[in-house]
């Protein structure tokens, strides 16, 4: 297997990318990282690799991300828009250089908003678009992650929890009745603690996550941890108030969901609802138990599986 690692200017600003081939013929696979800021592909080379038999696997550090972070490129504000545009160039220029029609793209959390905002506005570039943990409404998943850590606390008996979130209030949409500002931030730091995140008997954990990212990037975790600050500076609170996803009500690509079951980042229920009615030339929901938001890792040959199966 060919693994290569470069820089190539996208929109005049330099990004990086990682490409895993085993055979140049295969079909292209984009994965998109989430975040904002939070680039994968230490997390790929180990759990997804077996995809790499099947397609020429690209991990990109999105604009300001991982190996892709620069001081330059701080000059200008981070938009939805231009990393959609950063995507479309990355895409057009992969299929050039592999000579493809069309690529996979596979976006996870908030580069599942971004793969699939960009599969809905350009079909004509994507065979495939996939999905893990897509965030549908920033809305409707605040009052799913609170009935959900309200139901961990009852069963757990969480006082404590409990009597915090009573004072907060039930939330309407986004806004809390006290405190919204620390009441998100509260219920989202129990949403991690009560498994959301990554689930409580999975291999995967943070601990094992950061080494990965420490061996893989070495010195260039400074790196990393720098373009995470500046980009959920720039993004997180403009992906919260955007509603572009849940607007989008046919697609003219194939779409494959795959959650974890106790995803409460961007909770299954919610996007189960915008899918069904869902136009698509094919379409697949999927969940897999034992997992959370990071299914994709938690549950690496699952998620594999049904790509080779649903996608090839």
């Not at 290569?4 to 998109?32: A, F, H, W, Y």
């Not at 915008?274 to 969940?287: G, H, R």
Request: positive net charge.
């Amino acid at each position: 297997m060919n693994i290569t690692n470069e820089d190539i200017i996208i929109n005049n600003t330099k990004q990086n990318i990682l490409t895993l081939c085993s055979d140049r013929d295969n079909p292209v696979l984009l994965m998109v990282h989430g975040g904002p800021g939070s680039p994968d592909r230490p997390l790929v080379c180990k759990y997804n690799r077996e995809l790499a038999n099947y397609f020429t696997i690209v991990c990109w550090d999105q604009r300001c991300s991982g190996l892709s972070y620069s001081k330059k490129n701080k000059c200008e504000p981070l938009t939805i828009e231009l990393m959609i545009s950063d995507l479309k160039e990355l895409v057009i220029s992969l299929i050039g250089k592999y000579k493809q029609d069309k690529i996979y793209i596979a976006g996870h959390s908030w580069g599942a908003h971004l793969g699939l905002r960009f599969a809905e506005k350009y079909p004509q570039y994507v065979q495939y678009y996939i999905g893990t943990g897509q965030g549908i409404s920033s809305i409707a998943d605040e009052i799913d992650k609170y009935n959900f850590v309200k139901i961990q606390a009852e069963n757990s008996n969480d006082w404590k929890a409990l009597r915090k979130l009573e004072c907060f209030g039930v939330p309407n949409g986004m806004l809390y009745q006290h405190d919204t500002e620390n009441a998100r931030k509260y219920v989202s730091k129990l949403v991690h603690k009560y498994g959301g995140y990554i689930h409580p008997k999975s291999s995967l954990s943070m601990k094992s996550y950061l080494f990965l990212y420490l061996r893989y990037y070495g010195i260039n975790t400074i790196k990393v941890l720098k373009g995470i600050h500046y980009s959920v500076s720039q993004l997180s609170s403009i992906a919260e108030q955007d509603n572009a996803i849940l607007a989008i009500k046919s697609l003219d690509v194939p779409i494959l969901l795959i959650f974890g079951e106790m995803d409460y980042i961007c909770p299954a229920s919610t996007a189960k609802r915008w899918f069904d009615n869902l136009s698509a030339p094919k379409k697949e929901f999927v969940v897999i138990p034992g997992a959370a938001h990071m299914v994709n890792f938690e549950k690496a040959d699952e998620w594999n599986n049904k790509i080779m199966k649903n996608c090839i």
